[in-house]
């Protein structure tokens, strides 16, 4: 059974994007500390997410993963946490109601607080400072003292992650999620006519739904709690080896600072620190495949870290770029397939497409986000394989960081409320528009499943 790494085999590993600390001395004191610390998360759920992926994998359901690019302590507020999760209640219910499947809700949050970066500094006119690498390492704003590696930071993202999990689940299980809520997640919208309108009307037709239920004697109980799970990349190696645990009940080894942990593109090397960490785990793991993956790298990565063929451990995370997904996604999956192994497959159409606008300011344009769902599930219905979900960078606040969309926020827009500190995210609104473009590949493809001959006959007219 695999043992957790010493804090030396760790270190004497290769590993990329990790902190320069200034003293080792105050690492290790940080370290010390965080191995006395509880577990963030218990086994038994991210047992539960395991089997969910699962399912995801089987194509008996679709996986929704979505939050902050990078969450910041100033952030931690009720109302922001609140936010989120309404954007997401929203999506999965739009996305549940189109599939007709099980929608598995994972934040990218309570822990996304490191962020590998291209540069290793940042220059504004002549100076020069070590870039921003999340909160979990440095200062955001632009000064020297604030932009120095402090571990102590290690502390204050456990006990961030650890209030932010706290609310979630008390809004999950408390009857926030409740689905006769429906209509009121919606409520603070900005009024968008398109989306808003389309919202309220599928909001309308679960009430008469649920209404029928309960008209029947049907115990609608069921319906006012939901499981939602907190995920992240597990970059720092320090943070996530203290918070690897032996899991009391099967003795085997858990990353307990979120329920899914993922493998970032910059650090999927198979000799690397990362992987080696991963591997060693029973959570269920997720592994961005970027735009330069070969078949082979992702057979040796599933090999690496899931030698067991273990049902709902691995996720990839596919990252082309709209231009690239129709022509590198089809070998990747393929080769996969061909193994004989079940994976979920998943699409984050944030990341590839990323570009600077004429202004500096780094955005997105909502048509490549489109794009790249639309290339990954046409790739995914040409191979017969099941499209398994989508990873999204996204807030449940009315910013101006991605340009498009119904609004048709326009690159001059970008400065009105551009709040990441690191990526552009999807608006509330773009988000819901997104769920919808995916909801209606959804029912296509079900309908298609349902009765094959009909849909080919709609198809031609
Ligand atoms: O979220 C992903 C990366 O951390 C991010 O895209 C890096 O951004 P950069 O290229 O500005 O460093
Ligand atoms: C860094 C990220 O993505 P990627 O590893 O795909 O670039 C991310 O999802 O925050």
Redesign the pocket.
């Known amino acids: 059974m695999p043992t957790n790494m010493s804090r030396e085999e760790m270190r004497s590993l290769p590993m990329l994007q990790q902190p320069t600390y200034p003293d080792l001395n105050a690492v290790d004191r940080v370290v010390d500390q965080i191995e006395t610390l509880p577990p963030l998360v218990f086994a038994g759920e991210a047992d539960d997410l395991r089997e969910k992926l699962a399912d995801v994998a089987r194509g008996r359901a679709f996986l929704l993963q979505g939050g902050d ?2 969450e910041s302590f100033e952030t931690v507020t009720a109302d922001n946490i609140k936010g989120k999760l309404m954007v997401q209640l929203s999506m999965a219910v739009v996305l549940t109601y189109a599939a007709q499947v099980p929608v598995v809700k994972v934040g990218r949050i309570a822990g996304q607080y490191a ?5 290793d500094t940042e220059t504004r006119g002549d100076v020069t400072l070590p ?1 921003y690498r999340g909160d979990a390492i440095n200062g955001f704003a632009f000064d020297a003292e604030a932009r120095v590696h402090d571990p102590s930071r290690l502390v204050r993202i456990y006990n961030a992650s650890a209030a932010t999990l706290n609310l979630v689940r008390a809004f999950v299980k408390g009857g926030f999620a409740d689905l006769r809520g429906v209509h009121t997640w919606n409520r603070d919208f900005v009024g968008n006519s398109q989306v808003e309108q389309e919202y309220e009307e599928l909001a309308a037709e679960i009430d008469r739904a649920l209404a029928f239920m309960v008209a029947c004697g049907v115990d609608d109980r069921a319906l006012s709690e939901i499981d939602f799970y907190a995920s992240h990349e597990a970059l720092l190696l320090e943070y996530e080896r203290a918070l690897t645990r032996v899991d009391s009940r099967s003795q085997k080894l858990y990353g307990t600072s979120g329920h899914m942990l993922w493998i ?1 593109e ?1 650090t999927r090397q198979l000799d690397g620190a990362h992987v080696e960490l991963l591997s060693r785990v029973q959570n269920p793991l997720g592994i961005k495949l970027g735009p330069t993956t070969t078949p082979e790298q992702a057979i040796a990565l599933a090999d690496k870290l899931d030698p067991d063929h273990v049902p709902g451990r691995i996720t990839f995370i596919t990252r082309m770029g709209a231009g690239k997904v129709r022509d590198v996604l089809p070998d990747v999956v393929s080769g996969v397939e061909a193994t004989g192994r079940k994976v979920a497959w998943v699409c984050d159409p944030m ?1 590839g497409n ?1 570009f600077e606008a004429v202004n500096g300011y ?1 955005t997105r344009a909502f048509v490549d986000v489109v794009e790249e769902v639309n290339g990954f599930f046409d790739v995914h219905d040409q191979l017969g394989t099941w499209p398994g979900g989508i990873h999204v ?1 996204l807030t449940g606040d009315d910013v101006t960081e991605c340009v498009g969309g119904a609004t048709q926020l326009s690159e001059s827009d970008l400065a009105t409320r551009y709040e990441t500190v ?2 552009p995210r999807l608006n509330r609104n773009q988000s819901l528009e997104l769920a919808f473009t995916v909801a209606t590949r959804l029912r296509e493809g079900r309908l298609r499943r349902e009765n094959p001959v009909q849909a080919f006959q709609a198809r031609d007219l």
């Open positions: 690019c990078a962020k590998p970066r291209s540069k870039s970032g910059r990341h990323t780094k960078e690191c990526d």
